[in-house]
């Protein structure tokens, strides 16, 4: 029986690392000391599961009588539980789900080596909460080791985020209000109501510039689906989330651009943005339906002693207090209402659609959508899954007994989820879903993958002794997060300095995130703003953060790939669990990966992953089975 552990909440290892030693941060594990995110991932199916069956439980949890999700009823049968970001499970929007997976594991080990006493080391004041209160229950002697405080930061942001939730939540809402007032101003067009019209609910991002600023609608999410659905008689509706981005990069030009598209409906189709709908009015009930959760928050505020999961000790409330104050009382909560209102508005409006389609993330305002649709008596709806979908992105997943829910407020769903490939079919098979619930469609936005080669390798695996005579051409593919980049940069520092000199680096950034390479002066690495298409066939390797999809590129394209993990985030890779895919945690590990047979040419097709036809068979059959005769694409 070991006496005592200590928990060590720091990135680094200390030198002195005994095996008492539980790494909160790190994957390092040489059997001297021992990693938490290691033994996460060893057990990941098992303790996903029982994190989505926590979330599950806690809607159904019975406070004064009545079930959580029955207190947030909002009317018509629909609660506003699922619009919260607990039921969303978004480790984007609520990165902290990482520290409950992490408290889950810590209290495995706990009761296996049963210690006497615990000390953490940690500056982090939920975890601490959190790990004095399983200490606790164990009746494991508690003890703390702070290390140093942030400075005070004065900035305005800083000052919001010192405000109680609820005065967030007003300072948010109006905001929002303030800078999408001028939406209200696009001339609202008389929707088309014919036997062939379909309603498509999108994202007005990752579109084609050329094409806009010519008066043409090019989606990156969808492809040549318009255009071919176009072609074969639909008419289409186009109701869109206004986003900022380098194409549209304020709401004057979103306006602008759409009044351009809306002069050749016809072929572009009509468009509009959701907050075209705002009014006075809308704004008044979204207003009155915050301040009603607020009432509610209030009734059910004994709601945090059930923040435990089945037969644990381990207490979330702490680690998660922030994301169920911000979704019943706080920012969340008045977007979200006001997400309600504007859909209600929306789909009241619209002439009665038959069918319809939509970007499936399972966010939040995806539920109010589905709600006001079927409130309003249109037809069929098929949620579009465009993207991957990860292991631990864990809003594609529920616990089954959510999916297969049939009591009041259940939580909606679409007629049929549109899936992109074998991987994802998988996920949501596993997830609960029936083989009915879903359709095989190709993945419009990677058939462009089809076209991808990587550059050709007759060589047996890569060995250290050829790496000290060839040049190695190493592509590394940027991501969005931050703090991700820098680790792997950091990581990669490190390993350089253990490998041999005849690496040539090519950094490609990802688009929402540019980096000072200046950083890092232990990598010589050349910059590139080249489409992945074009360049992959020139690199050997690739090397890549651990949430960016352009690691599936340069998988399909046949490169082999390193992907870096960081102790305190979720492995986020869209290529989790893939044959041939090296995960690097450590310079040990990355200097491993570079140098032996793990780096070997794979035997894998791309439709492994995706269903790539670029003649869409998939997509015909769908909207077949959907669509009358008039719209049927053939």
């Known amino acids: 029986m070991a006496n005592s552990v200590v928990v060590w909440d720091q990135p680094d290892v200390p030198l002195d690392a005994t095996d008492n030693l539980l790494l909160w941060q790190s994957y390092a594990d040489n059997g001297s000391f021992f990693s938490i995110p290691r033994y996460l991932e060893d057990h990941a199916e098992r303790l996903r599961a029982k994190y989505l069956a926590f979330i599950h439980d806690l809607g159904e949890i019975h406070v004064k009588g009545k079930r959580i999700v ?131 609910c999108s994202y007005f991002i990752h579109l084609d510039e050329v094409a806009l600023k010519q008066g043409r609608f090019s ?8 255009a071919l659905m176009q072609d074969k008689g639909a008419q289409i509706n186009w109701l869109q989330h206004f986003l900022i981005s380098s194409v549209v990069p304020n709401v004057r030009t979103g306006i602008d651009c759409l009044t351009l598209l809306n002069k050749d409906s016809e072929n572009q189709g009509l468009h509009a943005f959701l907050d075209t709908y705002l009014t006075p009015r809308i704004v008044v009930r979204a207003l009155k339906r915050w301040v009603r959760l607020n009432l509610v928050a209030w009734r059910v505020r004994c709601f945090s002693i059930y923040f435990f999961p089945s037969k644990s000790a381990s207490w979330l409330w702490p680690i998660l207090r922030d994301d169920w104050l911000s979704s019943i009382v706080g920012s969340t909560a008045s977007i979200n209402c006001l997400w309600f209102e504007l859909f209600d508005a929306a789909m009241r409006g619209m002439p009665p659609q038959k069918n319809g389609l939509y970007l499936c993330e399972n966010q939040g305002w995806e539920r109010a959508f589905l709600h006001a649709w079927r409130k309003h008596g249109h037809g069929k709806i098929i949620g579009f899954q465009h993207a991957t979908a990860p292991f631990w992105h864990l809003y594609y997943f529920d616990d089954p007994r959510t999916i297969k829910s049939t009591a009041k407020c259940a939580m909606p769903l679409p007629d049929k989820v549109a899936v992109n490939g074998p991987a994802a079919w998988d996920v949501f098979i596993n997830s609960g879903y029936s083989n009915e619930q879903l359709a095989k469609v190709e993945a419009l936005r990677y058939l462009n993958l ?121 492995n986020l890779s869209p290529l989790r669990g893939q044959p041939g895919v090296c995960f690097v945690g450590t310079t040990e590990e990355m200097v491993s990966a570079l140098t032996n047979q793990t780096l070997s040419k794979r035997d894998f097709h791309k439709q492994n992953l995706f269903w790539l036809d670029d003649g869409l068979p998939g997509w015909h059959h769908l909207l077949a089975t959907i669509s009358n005769t008039e719209v049927v694409i053939q």
């Open 70 to 200: 029955d207190h947030l009823d909002m009317g018509e049968g629909f609660s506003f539980w699922w619009m919260t970001k607990l039921a969303e499970k978004s480790p984007f929007k609520s990165p902290r789900i990482y520290d409950c997976l992490r408290l889950m594991v810590l209290e495995e080990i706990l009761l296996e080596r049963t210690p006497s006493k615990l000390s953490l080391k940690s500056s982090d004041r939920e975890l601490i909460h959190a790990i004095r209160c399983l200490c606790q229950s164990l009746n494991i002697e508690f003890s703390l080791q702070l290390t140093g405080h942030k400075k005070a930061n004065r900035s305005l942001r800083q000052l919001y985020r010192n405000l109680p939730h609820s005065a967030q939540g007003l300072v948010v809402f109006l905001w929002h209000i303030f800078s999408r007032w001028p939406l209200r101003t696009v001339k609202k067009q008389k929707w088309f109501s014919t036997e062939s019209s379909i309603l498509m």
């Open 219 to 226: 989606s990156r999410q969808w492809e040549q689906l318009p």
């Open 450 to 570: 089809l076209g991808i080669s990587a550059k050709p390798h007759s060589n047996p695996p890569i060995r250290l002794d050829q790496l000290e005579t060839e040049k190695t051409n190493i592509l590394i593919l940027g991501d969005m997060i931050s703090k991700s980049i820098h680790n792997l940069f950091s990581l990669l520092e490190r390993a350089v300095i253990l490998l041999p000199g005849n690496y040539k680096f090519t950094f490609k950034p990802h688009p929402g995130l540019q980096v000072d390479l200046t950083n890092y002066p232990g990598i010589d690495a050349e910059q590139t703003s080249e489409s992945l298409d074009k360049i992959l066939g020139k690199f050997d390797i690739a090397i890549s953060a651990n949430s960016t999809s352009a690691a599936v590129d340069a998988f399909l394209a046949g490169l082999p790939v390193i992907i870096g993990l960081d102790g305190s985030s979720f």
